[in-house]
C-alpha cells in the first residue's frame, strides 16, 4: 500500500510517505486535541487503520485486545475528526490532531486517557503512589454507552 522502506535518507528526508510497522504489522498513534492541545489517547494502527483513516479524515485504530479495526466514536458518538496527521523521523511513530467537539475520548469516560497526574520527587513505597486527578467530571457514563458490550479493554 504505502512505499517500500528501501534506505535511510528517503524514509528521513524523502518526500514520501514509508511507515514501519512493527512484527504485528502496528505503528504507534498518539492523538491529541486540535484546541486544547491535550493528548488524548494513545493507540495503534494497522496499514488499513491508517489507510481509513486518511480517507475518511476520521480516526481508526486498532484494537489488539478485540483484534479489530475500530472506528473512534462508532460506539459512543464522540468521533475524532482528524485535522492533522503527522510522523516522526523515522517514520515509526504517527501524531493525530483531531477535533472531539465537546466530546471524550477515553472509554473510562472522560475527556482524555490521561486524566491523572504522576507525583515528583522520592519515591518512599512504590506501592503507595497517589495519582492526582485533573479531570473531576467524566463527559459520559461507560456503563451506559457501552452496555452489553466487553470491556473496551483487557488488563
Known amino acids: 500500500m504505502f512505499k517500500k522502506r528501501e534506505n535511510v535518507a528517503e524514509i528521513e528526508e524523502g518526500n514520501l510517505l514509508s511507515p514501519k510497522f512493527d512484527n504485528d504489522g502496528l505503528i504507534p498513534v498518539i492523538t491529541m486535541c486540535d484546541k486544547t492541545k491535550d493528548i488524548l489517547m494513545h493507540g495503534y494502527m494497522n496499514v488499513e487503520a491508517l489507510k481509513k483513516t486518511m480517507e475518511t479524515k476520521e480516526a481508526h485504530y486498532f484494537s489488539r485486545s478485540r483484534n479489530q ?28 490532531t483531531v477535533d472531539i467537539g465537546n466530546g471524550a475520548s477515553c472509554h473510562v469516560g472522560y475527556r482524555s486517557c490521561f486524566y491523572r497526574s504522576i507525583p515528583l520527587g522520592m519515591i518512599k513505597n512504590g506501592r503507595e503512589v497517589e495519582m492526582k486527578f485533573l479531570e473531576k467530571e467524566k463527559k459520559f457514563d461507560p456503563k451506559k454507552v457501552y452496555k452489553g458490550q466487553a470491556n473496551p479493554t483487557k488488563i
Open 69 to 96: 479495526i475500530w472506528h473512534k466514536g462508532k460506539t459512543s458518538g464522540f468521533t475524532q475528526i482528524v485535522k492533522e496527521i503527522r510522523i516522526d523521523d523515522d517514520q515509526d511513530s504517527i501524531w493525530l
